[in-house]
């Protein structure tokens, strides 16, 4: 067990839909990952945040948004889903151990757009 | 912009024998982690093994251990005495250390390397 906590770990819906995924982090870590795993993209970073604040951006579709809140849970937001929109998102927080950055990553959120 | 190769889509490997997996990279940063992920069946995301640019000692845990070799741009990982457990797909993946010390750039990922280990 990660520590990193997703939910759900499964969702169908159908397009045209919007979703939230649900993460919290390893307790005491300040950043969180977000990563959609797709069969014909691989791993794609999305989005990080780094104590509720946006740190970097990746290729995330502007369908799409997150957030980390004060208690440093994030949501990521996905609307007028497609089919294509069908992946698995992790969730990942990591720790500065003080040599390196380590990722921990949740089990994740299988979504089915139908 | 970084980006990480894994040359090898798929390999198998004999029970208690020895593999090798293939990554190279391309970047211009002088500081940076490599890293491999492992993703078994489960899906889990597991981080294997870690190694600082800064660092010329090539990491080692356990069974797994790499070589890195930074002019070549290149970080393979070396599983030794294979077992079935380390049927998953392999992640190398990339991040440039930040210059601030809880300040860290995204993880970049290869596309991976499906390792079945044959009983």
């Known amino acids: 067990d990660s520590g990193v906590t997703q939910t759900p770990k499964h969702l169908i819906t159908a397009t045209g839909q919007r979703v939230t995924l649900r993460c919290s982090p390893r307790s005491g870590d300040l950043s969180v990952y977000w990563y959609q795993q797709s069969l014909d993209q691989g791993l794609q970073f999305l989005i990080q945040y780094y104590n509720g604040e946006e740190r970097a951006k990746g290729n995330i579709l502007e369908r799409f948004s997150a957030q980390q809140f004060p208690d440093l849970h994030s949501e990521l937001n996905l609307s007028s889903l497609e089919l294509g929109d069908s992946a698995l998102y992790f969730c990942?927080?990591?720790?500065?151990?003080?040599?390196?950055?380590?990722?921990?990553f949740g089990s994740g959120t299988q979504l089915s757009v139908l | 912009a970084q980006t990480v190769t894994q040359s090898q889509p798929e390999m198998s490997v004999q029970e208690a024998e020895t593999v090798t997996l293939s990554c190279t990279y391309d970047?211009?940063?002088?500081?940076?982690?490599l890293f491999w992920y492992k993703q078994p069946p489960s899906r889990q995301m597991i981080l294997v093994i870690r190694q600082e640019a800064y660092k010329q000692q090539n990491a080692t845990e356990n069974r797994f251990s790499v070589n890195f070799q930074k002019a070549a741009k290149s970080f393979s990982l070396k599983i030794s005495d294979s077992q079935l457990g380390d049927t998953a797909m392999y992640f190398c993946?990339?991040?440039?250390?930040?210059?601030?010390?809880?300040?860290?750039?995204?993880?970049?990922f290869g596309p991976g390397t499906s390792l079945s280990v044959i009983p």
């Open positions: 993946a990339f991040m440039k250390r930040g210059t601030m010390k809880t300040s860290y750039d995204k993880v970049i």
């Open positions: 970047t211009s940063e002088s500081n940076y982690y």
């Open positions: 990942a927080s990591s720790v500065a151990d003080g040599v390196g950055e380590k990722l921990f």
